[in-house]
């Protein structure tokens, strides 16, 4: 009789486990009213590419011989750079022996937005964002229809000209009143062209477009420069309604000139963070970890090593898959298989460079299934044990 009923809990207790998550109390989902029909038709199947000596060295041909994205066209060289003045601009005149005729408060100047500074400080910082709350300083502004008025001159157009031409033209028509006049004419407020800086910068906003050339890493270094997690291998710069991506680490890192162009009013430039750079790691590896790719290179053995490389127990040192381009090719990425059990694979390890969003994925021994499968049903079988104990 004591048996019967022992047998009679142990059945009641295996129908509670199997009922599993609608009895024990616990986090769980009633999937009661979810139509999940599963996958429909037949699945597609993905070629896998061996990575071995051939493969990289093709890959790496292949990156060398790839065009470089095209660069904004250059609308001038900074040899023959001069800044034309724009409205709103506002210019300082200066007519010597004439006082009643040069600007008031010459030396003090402007040289973004409602920026007031000295001119000892603008030769440091000619890129000056705009202040907001300063006071303008006094002098001649160019109204919208790009012209400025001058005593005895009358009105003369000064947009599109630059202060030369403007000084020149103030001469010639204050020659008649007087004698051989010296006349000099300055920006003293940038206040009509801008480019802005967005992003991952310390300081993003506006920054002026003056009489010192700009070029793209100075706008990144006049907005403070840019925060840990910026990926300067990938500015954005917007010009014209057209899109281009600037490298400007080639030019911090290796000196390439050639992606540091310069800026154009209206340009803008946006820093962006390395979400499109990370790399994946997965699978039978120590930290299952995101990886942010160093200066746009990043191989499978630096991506192990962030992961804390692979279970000894577990990995399948055979089966260490990338998976690129879901992104792009949903339906036909590329896949590639490294088996790290030969020893020319484990130095390939460090050749084969990653992509951005590539999926590096450690598969699981034969034998690690097995043992977790056991895990699973060890608790049962010790639970049987035991009440086999108690009922004899």
Known sequence: ????????????????????????????????????????????????????AQLVTEQAKFAAAMAPPPLPPEQYTESDYRYQVQPSDILGVTVWNHPELTTQNGTTLSTGGNTTQTLASTLQQPYTTALPGQADPFGQTVTPDGTIFFPFVGR??????????????????LNPYIKNPQVDVRVLAFRSQRVEVTGDVKTPGPLAISDVPLRLVDAISRSGGTNPDADLQRVRLTRNKKFYVLNADAMLDRGDSSQNILLQPGDVINVPDRTDSRIF?????????????LKGRFTIADALTGAGGILDTDANPRQIFVMRGMRDNPNSPEIFRLDMTQPDSVMLSSQFQLKPLDVVYVGTAVGATFNRMIQQILPTLQSVFFIKELTN
């Open 1 to 52: 009789m004591l048996k019967r009923n022992f047998t009679c809990l142990f059945l009641l207790a295996l129908a509670a486990y199997l009922s599993a998550c609608s009895i024990l109390p616990g986090n769980h989902l009633n999937t009661s009213r979810l139509n999940d029909p599963g996958p429909q038709g037949p699945q597609p199947t993905y070629d896998v590419k061996t990575i071995d």
């Open 281 to 293: 790691v997965m699978g039978e590896v120590k930290t299952p970890v995101t990886l942010n790719m």
């Open 156 to 173: 003369i157009r000064a947009a599109g000209k630059t202060t030369s031409q403007i000084r020149d033209e103030l001469a010639v028509g």
